[in-house]
Nanobody
């Protein structure tokens, strides 16, 4: 099993920034990609950004240029730096990890609310 724990969510004003963290533990060997997804009220969960073991990144068009995914390999942690936040970024943000032969693991999510 892989355990994922997110942190860093909260309330921020439009135009502000937040940094999310996701710490992975357990059987983390053979995780080949980690990423962030989000789900707004009444909407389906959507991809925000992913980071492969080899360092390749992928972003949703709506966050390109504003969000940055990164990792601290020594701490088995990934981050999502979110800048220039808007109300449309309000959602529960979930960390995910894909592990060979085991499928996808999800964290419990962290709420991000962008409001004045």
């Amino acid at each position: 099993q892989v355990q994922l724990v997110e942190s860093g969510g909260g309330l921020v004003q439009p135009g502000g920034s937040l940094r999310l963290s996701c710490a992975a533990s357990g059987f983390i060997a053979n995780i080949y990609v980690m990423g962030w997804y989000r789900q707004a009220p009444g909407k389906q969960r959507e991809l925000v950004a992913t980071l492969t073991r080899g360092g390749n990144t992928n972003y949703a068009e709506s966050v390109k240029g504003r969000f940055t995914i990164s990792r601290d390999g020594a701490k088995n942690t990934i981050f999502l730096q979110m800048n220039s936040l808007t109300a449309e970024d309000t959602a529960v943000y979930y960390c995910a990890a894909d592990r060979s032969a085991s499928g996808r693991y999800w964290g419990r999510g962290t709420q991000v609310t962008v409001s004045s």
